[in-house]
């Protein structure tokens, strides 16, 4: 499974931006899809997963400020992030899992990340 992600950038804090990811043509709807990010010198964490049907989850640092959604007529992801903090600053990877999950080693195909950058 081939997984693409687009949309990082420089962003000033309390902004928002909306991260895509890709997968490969006919398998999408068949893997759970997730946003995981690590910031430099910190270990990578989940920050949100979603459900073949729909069912969101959201890392507590993330909550109330991320919205996780799916396409699964265009095989694509999406994180739109608002409010986003100087600490939502890192590289953020999409995965594909056989459930939705925030723990790393759950996870079956990673993209190869795209960088968020949130300024003061």
């Known amino acids: 499974v081939e997984v693409v992600e687009s949309g990082g950038g420089l962003v000033q804090a309390g902004g928002s931006l909306t991260l895509s990811c890709k997968t490969s043509?006919?398998?999408?709807?068949?893997?759970?899809v997730g946003w995981f990010r690590q910031a430099p010198g910190k270990e990578r964490e989940g920050v949100s997963s979603?459900?073949?049907?729909?069912?969101?989850f959201y890392a507590n640092s993330t909550k109330g400020r991320f919205t996780i959604s799916r396409d699964n007529t265009k095989n694509t992801l999406y994180l739109q992030m608002n409010s986003l903090k100087l600490e939502d600053t890192a590289d953020y990877y999409c995965?594909?899992?056989?459930?939705?999950?925030?723990?790393?080693?759950?996870?079956?195909?990673w993209g190869r990340g795209t960088r968020v950058t949130v300024s003061s």
């Open positions: 995965a594909a899992s056989l459930f939705p999950t925030l723990k790393d080693y759950d996870v079956d195909y």
């Open positions: 043509a006919g398998t999408f709807d068949d893997w759970a």
């Open positions: 979603i459900s073949r049907g729909g069912l969101t």
